[in-house]
């Protein structure tokens, strides 16, 4: 008669449950930060529109006008773009959205920032998450410069903060191993990872300068 044994994986060495066991990893002290910041940036940009956008309604509905306090021209004009189409796409206000992501991108800045480590599935859902605010964020920006044609000064801000943490958790999904990527471009991100969130945003700056070329010179 055979005897079946059942393999007690307590008693493996370590390096072997280390390989079964899935891979977590942990951001570095410098990219908890920036979430951090990020977040709190985009954040406070959500939080002030969010306050514009009801002090609007709330005139409106008492047969008033408010400007709000970040529209000085007829193109740096937050209540043209607040009071468009395009800034309630979803039904509600968008930057009530921000309010809800960009609170879940500190609260993972702050965990990494106490040496919290996460598995693949949950760098790739919040690496989704973060392509998901730079698609959004980049169609804004389309719609504010040639179809509003106007621009808010903290939905820039909250564009910004949303690039920035995007292209560093990419870089960082890539150079861990999480995001397939041929050698050369692990390599780039080692040592460039700046390069890509500083030419996307030059890239709008320009945009925005050659789209109003002529009211900034004159």
Known sequence: MS?????DV?????PARAAIAPRAEGGSRALALLLVITGAAGLLAAWVITIDKFKILEAKA??????PGCSFNPVVSCGSVMESKQAAVFG???????LVCYGIVIGVGVS????????RWYWLTFNAGCLFGVVFCAWLMFQS??????????????????ILMFWYVTSFNV????LPAPGWLKGFFDEFTWVMPV???GIIGMLILTRWWDFWMS
Do not use: Q
Request: proline residues 7%; aromatic residues 12%; charged residues 20%.
């Open 112 to 119: 990494l920032l106490a040496r919290a480590r996460f598995p």
């Open 92 to 98: 509600f206000p968008n930057p009530m959205l921000g």
């Open 145 to 162: 410069l040639y179809r509003i044609n106007a621009l808010c000064l903290w939905c820039c801000l909250a564009w910004v903060a949303t």
């Open 10 to 14: 307590s008693t493996e060495p370590e």
């Open 3 to 7: 005897k079946t044994t059942v393999k």
């Open 199 to 201: 030419l996307h945003i």
């Open 62 to 67: 008492e047969g008033k006008t408010f400007t």
């Open 175 to 178: 150079r861990k191993g999480f």
